[in-house]
């Protein structure tokens, strides 16, 4: 079992920066895939939402084309902490950030396939 808490988002101004932490608790001894998904209003978490970006069990990223050259995923392993920042967002960039895991070595896209969920954290874009 892994447990997984979000913390960082905020309301910014289009342009601003956030930094998202999803800290990581239980067995973490074993390799995993952790990414962050964003879901809209309305949406189900476990069925839908875009992959913004992930961090693969062989220290792999992948990125949303969105995400590319504005957001960096990094990870801490000491501290067991997956990180998020986001610079220059834009109001479609809001949304409910949610952070995930699967034992796995490459992270799926499809939410539905990720074990564990964090609580999520909100993001406001303001233009």
């Known amino acids: 079992q892994v447990q997984l808490v979000e913390s960082g988002g905020g309301s910014v101004e289009a342009g601003g920066s956030l930094r998202l932490s999803c800290a990581a608790s239980?067995?973490?001894?074993?390799?995993?895939?952790m990414i962050w998904f964003r879901q809209g209003p309305g949406s189900k978490r476990e069925d839908e939402g875009e992959?913004?970006?992930?961090?693969?069990?062989?220290?792999?990223?992948i990125y949303a084309n969105s995400a590319k050259g504005r957001f960096t995923i990094s990870k801490d392993n000491a501290k067991n902490t997956l990180y998020l920042q986001m610079n220059n967002l834009q109001p479609e960039d809001a949304g409910m950030y949610y952070c995930?895991?699967?034992?796995?070595?490459?992270?799926?896209?499809?939410?539905?396939?990720?074990?564990?969920w964090g609580q999520g954290t909100q993001v406001t874009v303001s233009s």
């Open positions: 992959g913004v970006a992930g961090i693969n069990s062989d220290g792999g990223t």
């Open positions: 239980g067995d973490t001894s074993m390799n995993y895939c």
């Open positions: 995930a895991a699967i034992y796995a070595t490459y992270c799926p896209s499809r939410p539905s396939a990720y074990t564990y």
